[in-house]
T-cell receptor
Framework: DAGITQSPRHKVTETGTPVTLRCHQT?????MYWYRQDPGHGLRLIHY???????DKGEVSDGYSVSRSKTEDFLLTLESATSSQTSVYFC?????????????FGQGTRLTVV | EDKVVQSPLSLVVHEGDTVTLNCSYE??????LLWYKQEKKAPTFLFML????IEKKSGRLSSILDKKELFSILNITATQTGDSAVYLC????????????FGTGTRLTVIP
């Protein structure tokens, strides 16, 4: 399996507080993604990255920002957490030949906003 | 709008049964279709399909793609309790960073 880890694995936070989730990969993959998974919705793309300092919005990006200062790290920030952002968050990555390879997933972060 | 639809949403079978999971899609700039298995944690990769009519097989699992009718099926024969999981279908397009669009998944439960 690709070396991709997420931290923290679980977090409970209060409404209105900022939260940062970290994704770290050791595969030198070019492309990285953040998804959220909710019942009835499957995995939905929040933001993605083409490379260092090169990011773009996915289908559910409102309320989220990302940064990628190094190839191996992709950070997801909730500027002011809301209860609707309670979810399981998955990070994924693929190599330069993204069209022909699968995406590898981290173990997920369960975030609860109270 | 890109769309991936999986059916059924859930399925309960007995050990030894054969199951067929369906995935239909409507996307622009289709590149490939992927199947993942998710057991309470990270999705794990099963198959990637790019060409119609070519079956991919791994043990008791197999999958095939029909690019004319825009669907794929995942077959599991002689099911075991360890096959219980959510099976996710995803379509990769040329958009973005070759992003994957996921269906909502099929929850398979195999009872002894």
């Amino acid at each position: 399996d690709a070396g991709i880890t997420q931290s923290p694995r679980h977090k409970v936070t209060e409404t209105g507080t900022p939260v940062t989730l970290r994704c770290h990969q050791t595969e030198n993959h070019r492309y990285m993604y953040w998804y959220r998974q909710d019942p009835g919705h499957g995995l939905r793309l929040i933001h993605y990255s083409y490379g260092v300092k090169d990011t773009d919005k996915g289908e559910v990006s409102d309320g989220y920002s990302v940064s990628r200062s190094k190839t191996e790290d992709f950070l997801l920030t909730l500027e002011s957490a809301t209860s609707s952002q309670t979810s399981v968050y998955f990070c994924a990555s693929t190599g330069a030949g993204a069209l022909n390879t699968e995406a590898f997933f981290g173990q997920g972060t369960r975030l609860t906003v109270v | 709008e890109d769309k991936v639809v999986q059916s059924p949403l859930s399925l309960v079978v007995h050990e030894g049964d054969t199951v067929t999971l369906n995935c239909s899609y409507e996307v622009t700039n289709f590149r490939s279709l992927l199947w993942y298995k998710q057991e309470k944690k990270a999705p794990t990769f099963l198959f990637m399909l790019t060409s119609s009519g070519i079956e991919k097989k791994s043990g008791r699992l197999s999958s095939i793609l029909d690019k004319k009718e825009l669907f794929s099926i995942l077959n599991i024969t002689a099911t075991q309790t360890g096959d219980s999981a959510v099976y996710l279908c995803a379509v990769r397009t040329n958009s973005g960073a070759n992003n994957l669009f996921f269906g909502t998944g099929t929850r398979l439960t195999v009872i002894p």
